[in-house]
Structure formats: structure tokens, C-alpha cells
């Protein structure tokens, strides 16, 4: 990461409160759930529009059945509409079935291939939330400065199905052939990555090395209007940061060009 990045990165991070987030975030992995107790397992595709306006999620419905095995078949359906068969069908109904489940389905008793489950609500989101934790590494581990967030441009689908028993499962996916950055925040945030927070010392440690890196590439140009901001950015380091170590080292340089004359 350039040091440009670095201080883009910082400023997006101070602008976020440092509180955990409430809101569900996407997981890499495609939306699955396990419906009564694990008997069936319901996994999200995709959720479209169809040419009449209509819109269904595509899922693929699995049950591991005792007598018969692993049965699974694919459905598109919409709101309102439930999982699995839940009547006996008809020959033309049955087409739509793997060959096995379809002979299954059509014997004079049949399996039971009906989770009890239906859809109550589909939505399609534009884009998505991604979080970034900021970590920098300290004796005894990361340290959590904070987290930056921003919305990646996929869409993501959301279905909530409602068992018999009142239950509500939500489960989001990402669309088709879609890839998307991972959310990388921290213990501190809810995330998974081992962190703690930052303590008032270490921030300020971190924050001179970034605002004397924002300085220094500052002074580099030849703008008088930039080198000005690196100007203020070297006299906030004397202001702020004093006793620092990265501002002790160079704190020469510091002053010299805090105190410098710029032309325009």
C-alpha cells in the first residue's frame, strides 16, 4: 500500500465511530441454512426477475433421508410459495425432479420431501457494505486503530423463510459469478480477526508515524499550495506529537521544514 493509500485509509477510519457495528454483514460463502434440526438443508442461488415481473429465488433443497439417502432437486419459487412438495403431484409436476426423487415421488407411498417452510420475503440489494479493520502489530499482538467502511458494487440477494413452528431464517448470497472482498474486521468489531483495541499511547504512536509520512510526500511536490499542507502537517506534529519517537528521530527535519518559507 502507498503511503498516499495509507493516509486516504487513516482519514476513512477516523471518520467511522468506533463502536460495533449492529447490521448483518455477507459472508463469502453462499447462503445455506439447516431446516428441522438438519434434516433438510436449504441453499440460496440466485434471486431473479422473471418476464412477467415476478420475482423468485432459485435454492436447491437437500434432505438426507433415512430410508433413501441424500434427495435434493432445485426450485424456483416466490413469495408465499413453499419448499419442497406439499401435495401429491401430477405426472407433468413431477418432471422437474431428479430421476430418482420423480420415481420416489411417484410411488403409491411416497417419501415425505416437504421441510414445512415457506418464503415470506426476497429483496435485491445493489451493492453491499464491506468493512475493513485497521490492525497495526504491538508486542502481544494486533491492536485495532479502528474500521473503514465502503460499498462494493455487487448485488446481493436476501430470502427469510418462516418454519411451521414460527421460525424465521434470513439468508443473503452474493449474484451470480459475483466476487466480492471479504469483510476483514477484528475481534474488537465482531469480526474474526484476534485484536484488541488500541489504547490512547498506541494511537498516538501510530498517528505521528502517519502524519509525518502524510508530510513527508507532501513536501515531495512542487506545488506551493501542497507543500503548505505539509507545512501544517509537520507543525501538528510538533504541536501534538512532540515526545513521540518517529518525531524525536527526525525531529530536525521537523522543524526545518515547519518553520521553512514557501514561494507561490
Known amino acids: 500500500m502507498t503511503k498516499v493509500a495509507v493516509i486516504a485509509l487513516l482519514a476513512a477510519v477516523n471518520a467511522v465511530a468506533d463502536v460495533t457495528p449492529n447490521a448483518p454483514r455477507l459472508e463469502l460463502t453462499r447462503g445455506s441454512a439447516e431446516l428441522q434440526g438438519g434434516v433438510y438443508t436449504f441453499q440460496l442461488i440466485h434471486v431473479r426477475t422473471d418476464k412477467e415481473g415476478t420475482v423468485r429465488a432459485s435454492f436447491l433443497l437437500t434432505k438426507n433421508d433415512l430410508d433413501h439417502g441424500v434427495l435434493s432437486t432445485e426450485q424456483g419459487l416466490k413469495v408465499g410459495e413453499s419448499l419442497g412438495v406439499t401435495s401429491r403431484l401430477s405426472p407433468n409436476d413431477l418432471r422437474r425432479f431428479s430421476d430418482k426423487l420423480r420415481t420416489l415421488l411417484a410411488d403409491e407411498n411416497p417419501p415425505a420431501f416437504d421441510p414445512q417452510t415457506k418464503i415470506v420475503l426476497m429483496r435485491q440489494y445493489p451493492d453491499w457494505p464491506i468493512r475493513r479493520c485497521h490492525l497495526e502489530e504491538f508486542p502481544g499482538g494486533n491492536v485495532c486503530m479502528g474500521f473503514s467502511e465502503w460499498r462494493s458494487k455487487v448485488p446481493v440477494y436476501e430470502v427469510i423463510l418462516e418454519e411451521k413452528s414460527g421460525r424465521r431464517i434470513m439468508l ?73 519517537p518517529v518525531v524525536v528521530r527526525n525531529l530536525e527535519r521537523v522543524k526545518a521544514r515547519a518553520e521553512a518559507e514557501i514561494e507561490d
Request: glycine share 6%; charged share 35%; net charge positive.
Open 172 to 244: 443473503r448470497a452474493p449474484g451470480p459469478h459475483a466476487k466480492m472482498p471479504p469483510d476483514k474486521h477484528c475481534s474488537v468489531h465482531g469480526g474474526k480477526i484476534p485484536a484488541r483495541r488500541a489504547t490512547e499511547a498506541e494511537k498516538n504512536i501510530v498517528n505521528a508515524g502517519y502524519y509525518l509520512s502524510e508530510a513527508d510526500e507532501y513536501w515531495k511536490s512542487r506545488n506551493p499550495k501542497v507543500r503548505k499542507l505539509a507545512q501544517e502537517a509537520y507543525r501538528r506534529l510538533l504541536k501534538e506529537y512532540p515526545t513521540e
